[in-house]
């Protein structure tokens, strides 16, 4: 898929909880050929900070040509983002990487935690009525559930707290939903912990599973080598930018 | 763009334009198609290429920094065997000249990987003796002037291609080492290879980068950069190809007034995939404007 380089107009970008914002960018080159997993970077040019900013696609819609963002605010860039208005301009280079691998006829489970909930919205919205489990910290924090019901057939919850759905975190709730419902297919997007956590309960369950990873990054692109790691299978030297950032659950833990 | 005006030679190269990109930072060149055409770019100079694979450093391995950034990458690549059965054969289609850069563990390691890569599809080697990332190799060699003038001899010894050694900007005097190594053989100089650098987490009071210190870039070190090509131009008769911290085509006429003949975009093709293009493309224009009918004439024009 030809990666593109695009001024795209910000159409909104307001605060979903203080934390998290959601940005819906016009670009409609890269909505109509984006898959669920890819990521986009992104640039304010004229902004303080140096390298572009990698960030999954939460959404794309072909026919409005818009993609969103949903990030966390947690420095300088997503400071900047989250100072931007609508009819702004920021520079997107995408789609990037390689996403998810859609199981049509699959009974898919989607398994994400914190802002790695993001990517999932978009994959439950190509898949046949997944089921998902998301945790969070606290009630605030499972906001994504309205983001995800359009396209679920359940969500689980589990918070940190117990405010909302089971208490703990998701991998303890996991083995519980896989004797509920015919799992044939589990995606996983969150903290490498609870990753690694769903990996090894798919793994004995006999069940296929892929996890999107995030390293830190400077070209986005495979060539800086940053962001490389040894599949755990294969020995095979991958780049989470480029081989990635989805990758079969074996290679990675 | 006009191609009489922007078309060169440098160290027995022919280019298209005086604009490459720069080792470790554009890959193989054909990740960067997708973003202009890299048929029509000065060069590639390739990832550095080393005798055997390596995975490079562990831990994080690139950081932000003001106007810049640190890597500590540690030259991974697949080595030199993989290069050439399965990358050189994708690249050798690009109608673009292709420096390969080399990095070894000791002079005579250099001399026989340079024989290694003295095949079709290579236009010149660039000998990186600069790597602040590596203990073995890298800047061992690029510190000590007899040092740096065995690597050169060794590899002139054992190539039929132009030879372009990189020098390294961690020395107190940067025209020692120019002129150690245009002694020894050097067709041409290549400068500056990225500044050793720290950053600290200050939550964690740790290093930011797993090899605690890495290589600075990025236009932060524009200026360090410029003050080098120019000390090094005025000593050294080889050409001399002018990196460090481009973003943008003042940037790089800048360089070619300080006396490099052709100059490389490194980390700013992170930021814009399309830089060595649209620098190039920004030089032909200000020829035009200027009424300058061939970049070289730019070349070494400051005034001082």
């Known amino acids: ?253 | 763009m006009d191609k009489k005006r922007m078309a060169l030679e440098f160290a027995g190269i022919k280019m298209k334009t005086p604009v490459m990109g720069a080792s470790g930072t554009f890959g193989f060149g054909l990740e960067y198609a997708d973003f202009m055409d890299i048929n029509g770019i000065g060069a590639i100079i390739s990832k550095g290429i080393t005798p055997k694979p390596r995975p490079g450093n562990a831990g994080v391995r690139v950081a932000e920094t003001p106007a810049g950034m640190l890597n500590s990458i540690g030259l991974e690549n697949p080595g030199v065997e993989a290069f050439k059965t399965t990358i050189l054969p994708k690249i050798k289609t690009i109608d673009t000249p292709l420096i390969v850069n080399i990095s070894a563990g000791s002079a005579e390691e250099y001399g026989e990987l340079a024989a290694e890569l003295d095949v079709d599809g290579v236009a010149a080697l660039e000998v990186n003796i600069s790597c602040p990332n590596v203990r073995e190799g890298g800047i061992v060699f690029g510190t000590k002037p007899e040092a740096a003038a065995s690597v050169t001899r060794n590899v002139k010894l054992h190539t039929s291609k132009p030879v372009i050694v990189k020098l390294s900007p961690n020395v107190t005097d940067i025209t020692c080492m120019a002129k150690a190594v245009e002694d020894a053989g050097a067709d041409a100089i290549s400068l500056i290879n990225t500044i050793t650098g720290m950053a600290i987490d200050i939550e964690s009071w740790q290093p930011l980068l797993g090899n605690i210190t890495g290589g600075l870039s990025g236009p932060a070190i524009k200026p360090v950069a410029l003050r080098m090509v120019w000390q090094t131009a005025r000593a050294v008769k080889v050409p001399v190809l002018g990196l460090g911290g481009i973003s943008c085509w003042q940037d790089a006429v800048e360089f070619l007034l300080a006396g490099a003949s052709t100059v490389a975009v490194g980390a700013y093709n992170f930021v814009n995939p399309r830089a060595v293009e649209e620098i190039a493309e920004g030089i032909d224009a200000y020829l035009a404007r200027k009424g300058i009918s061939q970049v070289s004439e730019l070349v070494g024009q400051i005034k001082v």
């Open chain 1, 1 to 253: 898929m030809k990666k593109l380089l695009v001024d795209a107009v910000v159409i909104s970008n307001e605060a979903v909880i203080p934390a998290v914002w959601k940005m819906v960018l016009w670009a409609p080159e890269i909505a109509l050929c984006v898959q669920p997993g890819q990521f986009v970077a992104i640039r304010k040019s004229g902004g303080i900070t140096f390298l572009r900013r990698p960030f999954s696609v939460a959404d794309a819609d072909p026919e409005q040509g818009t993609i969103t963002l949903i990030y966390r605010l947690v420095g300088q860039g997503t400071a900047e983002m989250a100072a931007m208005h609508a009819d702004e301009h920021i520079n997107v280079e995408g789609p990037l990487g390689t996403g998810f691998s859609i199981r049509q006829g699959d009974k898919a489970l989607l398994v994400g935690g914190g802002v790695g909930i993001a990517p999932l919205i978009f994959l439950a919205r190509k898949l046949d009525r997944p089921v998902l489990l998301i945790g969070g910290k606290t009630a605030e924090e499972t906001f994504w559930s309205e983001f995800l019901e359009p396209y679920a057939e359940k969500i689980y919850i589990t918070t940190d707290d117990g405010s909302v759905g089971r208490k703990g975190f998701t991998v303890q709730a996991l083995p519980d939903i896989l004797a509920e419902n015919e799992i044939t297919g589990i995606s996983t997007c969150g903290p490498m912990i609870m990753m690694q956590g769903v990996a090894e309960i798919a793994a004995k369950e006999g069940i296929p599973c892929e996890v999107s990873m995030e390293k830190r990054m400077a070209c986005s692109i495979g060539v800086c080598l940053g962001c490389t790691f040894a599949g755990k299978s294969s020995g095979k030297r991958y780049k989470v930018c480029a081989d990635g950032p989805v990758f079969p659950a074996e290679e990675v833990f």
